[in-house]
């Protein structure tokens, strides 16, 4: 049995927690991400799904490190929010592919010159594809577009049918300003296999 079935199978990825909240990442995909933070130093980061509010705190407390001045903000978006608020962060409630949502979080993020995107709702694949559509044009040339949990349907919950990684597929081709990085895997322990996107160009 490898690194990731022992990890999945044994429910480690249910306990996983940042300063007391469940954020449900490997520690690999965390340490990624706080890589890629550092490294291109995001002022806003929209994170579609918040369930206990881990994953969130950790991304915001990671971009306030690189970025001194505090002009900075992790936005949350997921039908069902934490009752305690998360600091640093702005949560909004609803569907992330409403019209109602999509366009509170346009508004809330045009301030910032440095936008990255994190998919981790619904894992549908015709929502995330829709989740695609929306929010991936919010993203600023150099930032990262991570769709989670790509590893549905292949090395994880098999019966599942067609989800994030069926959309990235179907949507990645028609959009060569973004490539995949490889490298934010090498650890060999990912949720979010071939998930890493960076975006190296504008669209066509």
């Known amino acids: 049995m490898g690194a990731f079935d022992e990890w999945h199978k044994g429910g480690s990825w249910m306990t996983t ?18 890589e890629i933070i550092h490294e291109t ?27 001194h001045d505090g002009n900075c903000i992790a936005i949350g978006v997921d039908k069902v929010i934490p009752a305690e608020p998360v600091n640093g962060t702005l949560m909004l409630k609803g569907d992330s592919v409403s019209d109602e949502v999509y366009m509170q979080i346009l508004d809330w993020t045009k301030p910032y010159e440095r936008v990255m995107l994190i998919l ?8 995330v594809r829709h989740e695609l559509e929306l929010y991936a044009p919010l993203v600023t040339v150099g930032q990262y577009l991570i769709v989670e949990d790509t590893c549905i349907g292949h090395t994880a919950c098999m019966d599942f049918g067609p989800g994030p990684n069926e959309a990235l597929q179907d949507w990645l081709p028609g959009h060569p300003e973004f490539k995949v990085d ?20 504008h669209a066509n």
């Not at 994170?47 to 407390?61: E, K, P």
């Not at 981790?120 to 929502?127: L, R």
């Not at 490889?182 to 890493?196: A, D, E, F, K, S």
């Open 17 to 34: 927690k940042y300063r007391g909240k469940f954020c449900q990442q490997s520690p690999c995909d965390l340490w990624s991400i706080q």
């Open 182 to 201: 490889n490298t934010r895997t090498r650890w060999g322990l990912t949720q979010h296999p071939g998930g890493y996107l960076k975006k190296v160009g």
């Open 41 to 67: 130093k995001p002022q806003c980061i929209v994170y579609t799904g918040i369930a206990d509010g881990g994953s969130l705190l950790f991304v915001s407390d990671e971009m306030r490190m690189v970025n």
């Open 120 to 127: 981790d709702s619904d894992h549908k694949k015709g929502h």
